[in-house]
């Protein structure tokens, strides 16, 4: 079962994980690191950036591999994950922009009409992570509808990096980013699949508010099922699951998740 931690607000939940990913790229001067855009992790990525000023530690050598991009969008779209990623992460990080790679990279905005060379890139994708010895710890957003990434209800839970349809609640949820404007929000995308998510060593899924309440309770308490695909984070043997009130406040179980949070070994970190 994934551990559920339950926090005031994001910048507790930011903290958490700025703590432990300082302390794994301690240890681990080269460590690989899965990065999702998106509102939900904007506050774990100011608190590590803050740790990491505060107490001088070395990034030059940290790799990144985002989770996914649209396509048909150019790099240098300010909504392009790839623009997203480095103004977010990168940038306030002073992480080595030439290790941090995003799954559109290599298309630079091609056509979703130049097949084949959209085709080869998720399994391209794939063997880049592999190369790099695996992701260390992958952060993770959850949809409205339960999707990780952009793998959306219904995805396999083997899946490796591929080209995805976008869900008609994901555009909408996303127009914010457009101007409000759903005409303005890619109809297609390039995600990692549910089972590349599944190969990182950790996984850090964060959710904050009531709006992400319904899918936290099919996520953590429902079965493993394709139609939720955040579920999938059952089946992992190190998952941790961060949350406000509002967004844990369908959980049946929350006073067990409290308990077993509150009486951690200190040593075992998250």
Not at 205 to 219: D, R, V
Request: charged residues 25%.
């Amino acid at each position: 079962m994934a551990e559920v931690i339950i926090v005031k607000d994001q910048e507790e939940a930011g903290q958490i994980y700025g703590r432990a990913v300082a302390d794994l790229i301690k240890s681990k001067p080269d460590a690989v690191l899965g990065l999702a855009t998106g509102s939900s992790p904007l506050a774990a990525y100011r608190a590590l950036a803050r740790i990491v000023r505060d107490e001088s530690i070395d990034v030059s050598r940290v790799r990144g591999f985002a989770l996914d991009e649209y396509l048909g969008l150019p790099l240098d779209h300010p909504q392009s994950y790839h623009s997203t990623i480095h103004r977010t992460v990168v940038e306030p990080l002073g992480l080595d922009p030439e290790k941090v790679h995003v799954p559109g990279d290599i298309l630079d905005g091609a056509p979703l009409e130049d097949g084949e060379r959209i085709a080869l890139a998720g399994p391209a994708y794939d063997r880049a992570i592999e190369a790099a010895g695996g992701i260390d710890v992958q952060i993770l957003g959850i949809g409205t509808d339960g999707h990780i990434g952009f793998n959306e209800p219904g995805s396999s839970l083997a899946s490796g990096t591929r080209v995805k349809t976008l869900a008609e609640q994901t555009r909408i949820d996303n127009a914010r980013f457009f101007d409000d404007d759903i005409s303005q929000v890619p109809t297609h995308c390039i995600t990692q699949g549910i089972g590349t998510v599944l190969k990182a060593r950790h996984l850090v899924l964060l959710a904050f508010g009531s709006g992400k309440a319904e899918a936290i309770e099919e996520t953590v308490e429902g079965g493993v099922s394709a139609f939720c695909p955040a579920s999938a984070l059952q089946l992992h043997p190190h998952a941790t699951i961060i949350v406000d009130e509002e967004a844990a406040s369908r959980l049946r179980h929350k006073d067990y998740y409290r308990y077993a949070y509150a009486h951690k070994p200190a040593w075992q970190g998250i």
